[in-house]
């Protein structure tokens, strides 16, 4: 068997005296796949950062084709022919393809102008050598979001890259558009490329990659070869545990003979809101399914005050609440968990600290100034109560993992005390582990007596949390079961599709 392109031997890396990574050992051979996977703090992260020169290890090596090769800055990366295309995109939308990819890197004519004649031949015989289906003048904002995946992907490409890095690459691509890449990534496999795929996504890592390494608490679990394995071994090294016990449905009673907690009358907003009508009662948890379109988004953002709510009522214990933006929706006991929490739910480049304080400034005032000591009891006692995984509340939300960020969302608006929750998707892109986690902390706000609705493309997170679900259809609640009438994922797929 051929030496591995890369191997890192014995990694181990500690911050502030936590350790957070143990001997770890990874490889990846040329023509190779190979994934990546662990829950929130594993690991994954800082293994890979070590390897792009953004954190130096305590100890351990890292070889290139059998060679000890030292990465300390993204450059040494970059000259060792490693390259990490990143979740967010870092391209120019309005340049073209072939000024993306060689930007800063530009040819130049004997008089020491700009040569795009050159960058676009270069950028032409890339591609062509890649065989995707874009032309170097192609304008970046004109094309789909997964021409500009393999955009970045060429960008790297073009630098000599060997071996890539890519996380989370289908998390902002459509069907079709994954298909795409996923072709396109078997094409780099044949031309002798390694690449280290990062994803939560279960079954892209059963079809695209050839081996799996698994990290939990910063170690490393297993590898093994992907067709020898199984989803079950899988999530059970991810979380150390019987898969099926963590999504298990728990019943639990829920008062009825006490007013709702929160009820909407009529509600219509939009053409996506028709009419929408529902109670939840104290501590209960109601889920909303619906295929994509149904308005289930949509009407989150009416009742918090984001999309205007033509005609309806809103109430929160028994009082009607005049929403007509997000604070009235705030002012009222309302809180919303958003779809995007990068976009929407995070001041990324701001600390854990700053972003869980953010909706209670108000409340934290002492005089002209901000009771810095009262913010820093909240943020840390909720840092703790969530199982945040951070080395300080002054570090940057944006540093931190994609489940550790959705908690920091939770702790925002928990540091508000609410009575309602609007929750939209709220495991989207994080790991199983973090999945089981957030649910946990559902079911204990809850159990509080919050009332939460839920709205969620995952129909296992959807039965495992709902004491009730509704079915959403062209901006209608068109059905309303309760949880214990379901014995299973397909009949809950049913009732959406309307059978």
Known sequence: MDRPILEMKNISKSFNGVKVLHDVNFSVNKGEV????????????????????????????????????????????????????????????????????????????????????????????????????????????DLGVGYWQMTEIAKALSQEAKVLIMDEPTSSLTKRETEVLFSFINQLKEKGY?????????????????????????????????????????????????????FEWVERDVPTDVPPAFEIRNVKAGTKVDDVSLKIQPGEIVGIAGLMGSGRTELLRTIFGIDPMDSGEIYVNGKKRNIRSARHAIDAGIALIPEDRRLQGLVL??????????????????????????????SKRLVERLNIKTESIAKQSGLLSGGNQQKIVLAKWLANDPDVLLLDE??????????????????????????????????????????????????????????????????????????
Do not use: W
């Open 194 to 246: 390694a690449i280290i795929y990062i994803s939560h996504r279960m079954d892209e890592i059963f079809r695209i990659c050839d081996r799996i390494t698994i990290l939990r608490d910063g170690r490393k679990i297993t590898t093994e070869v992907i067709k020898e394995t199984t989803l079950d071994t899988v999530i059970q090294h991810i979380v150390g545990a019987e898969f099926d016990k963590l």
């Open 426 to 499: 709220p495991t989207i892109g994080v790991d199983i582990g973090a999945k089981t986690e957030i649910i946990d902390i559902v079911r204990e706000l809850a159990a509080s007596g919050k009332a939460i609705l839920v709205v969620s493309s995952e129909l296992p997170e959807l039965l495992a949390l709902s004491d009730r679900l509704l079915i959403m259809h062209e901006g209608r609640i068109k059905r309303e079961i309760k949880r214990k009438e379901i014995q299973s994922e397909e009949e809950l797929q049913y009732a959406i599709q309307g059978y």
């Open 34 to 141: 190979h994934a990546l996977m662990g829950g929130n703090g594993a690991g994954k992260s800082t293994l890979m950062k070590i390897l792009t020169g953004v954190y130096t290890a305590d100890k351990g090596e890292i070889l290139i084709e059998g060679k000890p090769v030292s990465i300390k800055s993204y450059e040494d990366a970059k000259a060792n022919k490693i390259s990490m295309i990143f979740q967010e995109f870092s391209l120019i939308p309005t340049l073209t393809v072939a000024q993306n990819i060689y930007l800063t890197r530009e040819s130049k004519t004997p008089l020491g102008l700009l040569d795009d004649k050159e960058n676009a031949r270069k950028t032409e015989k890339l591609l062509k050598e890649l065989g995707v289906d874009i032309k170097p003048s192609d304008i970046v904002q």
């Open 349 to 378: 480049q701001h600390s854990v600290k700053d972003n869980i304080i953010l909706p209670i400034l108000s409340k934290l005032k002492k005089g002209m100034l901000l009771d810095n000591k009262k913010a820093t009891e909240i």
